[in-house]
């Protein structure tokens, strides 16, 4: 078992129990003491306990809160950009099939328009990706 995996076992424990550490041994058992856990885990293959403290656990929430956050924000622009191409498609066949010089150079500024903000777009989602 590794550090982190320990920490998603210890930390809905910390929200219910007052105490500053856990033990947590290889078979994702808890413990208060260390001695408890060691005394447990020399009855298994893998004899290992990790100590998680509170702090560990609240800063592995805090990352989990921000990894939701950036997520939510992926998920928003992707939304936006599917919409903003969907209009850019329906711009461009407008273009197309229109016929009045005037409307058509309107049609031509709202385009220029639409795949600037689908850069913009674009570039924002590439810079949370990349984070």
Do not use: C, W
């Not at 929200?15 to 001695?35: C, L, P, R």
């Not at 592995?60 to 939510?72: F, I, Y």
Request: hydrophobic residues 35%.
């Amino acid at each position: 078992m590794q550090k982190n995996e320990a920490i998603a076992i210890a930390a809905p424990l910390f929200k219910s129990h007052q105490v500053d550490e856990f033990y947590i041994t290889s078979d994702e058992q808890a413990f208060f003491n260390e001695g408890s856990a060691a005394s447990y885990a020399s009855t298994l293959k893998d004899k290992d306990v990790i100590k998680v403290t509170r702090a560990e656990a609240e800063a592995g929430d805090d990352e989990a809160k921000a990894q939701a956050a950036k997520d939510k924000k992926i998920l928003t622009l992707e939304k936006k950009l599917q919409a903003k191409s969907d209009q850019l498609k329906d711009l461009q066949a407008k273009e197309e099939s229109e016929s009045d010089e005037k409307k058509k150079a309107k049609l031509g500024q709202s385009i220029a328009t639409l795949t600037e903000e689908l850069k913009t777009i674009n570039s924002d989602l590439e810079a949370l990706q990349g984070e």
